[in-house]
């Protein structure tokens, strides 16, 4: 079973600044992957970054990067320098074996 | 444009009617997942399928759903006698294989609206 726990139903974040969207989750399984998703008003679902768990080094896309602890079962996405365009529905996800499991989302507003 | 292609956008049934939708994988890509969304909460798996098979149902409704996914063509999500609790949006997903590495690649989704 999985399960993915995002705490923070919404965040704001003012432009040109630094925002932390925190991410647990739980699973029985030993080989998984994490992903966070984005969803924009159009309501799309666009895949912003991905971790593999049996990585140590953390995930890095561009301003996107996430701070994944293992053992306290934390997948956390960090957004530098926030751009308008970045406020939207986070979602993260686990990916075991076949089905992949989200979390309720958060909503990032960006304040110019 | 090669992702995956969901038709209709939006769909408006009665109660009672039936409810079809469809989902175009990638190209290349044989697996598919389909997922709903209620609003303001996030995607909960529904079902996996694989061409001609279903793998995982586990959270597919006993009632009323299914879900094909046939040789040719594409992937059908088909609701009977719809309720207005059906009313959501519907993804669906596709990856080239099953294995954990392998993102998902979503489609925009159907916003089904029950009246």
């Known amino acids: 079973a999985q399960t993915v726990t995002q705490s923070q139903p919404e965040m704001s974040v003012q432009e040109a600044e630094t925002v932390t969207l925190s991410c647990t989750y739980d699973t029985s399984e030993s080989d998984y992957y994490l992903f966070w998703y984005k969803q924009p008003p159009s309501r799309q679902m666009i895949l912003v970054i991905r971790q593999e768990a049996y990585k140590q080094q953390n995930a890095t896309e561009n301003r996107f990067s996430v701070n994944f602890q293992k053992a306290a079962k934390s997948f956390s996405l960090k957004i530098s320098d926030s751009q308008l365009g970045d406020a939207a529905m986070y979602f993260c996800a686990c990916k075991g074996y076949q089905k992949v499991t989200f979390g309720t989302g958060t909503k990032l507003q960006v304040i110019p | 444009n090669a992702g995956v292609m969901q038709n209709p956008r939006h769909l408006v049934r009665r109660r009672g009617q039936e409810a079809r939708l469809r989902c175009s994988p990638m190209k290349g890509h044989s697996h598919v997942y389909w997922y709903r969304q209620l609003p303001e909460e996030g995607l909960k798996f529904m079902v996996y399928l694989q061409k001609e098979n279903i793998i995982d149902e586990s959270g597919m409704p006993k009632e009323r759903f299914s879900a094909e996914f046939p040789k040719e063509g594409p992937s059908i999500l088909r609701i009977q006698q719809v309720v207005r609790g059906d009313s959501a949006a519907y993804f669906c997903?596709?990856?080239?294989?099953?294995?954990?590495?392998?993102?998902?690649?979503f489609g925009d989704g159907t916003r089904l609206s029950i009246l």
């Open positions: 997903a596709s990856s080239s294989t099953g294995s954990r590495d392998q993102p998902q690649h």
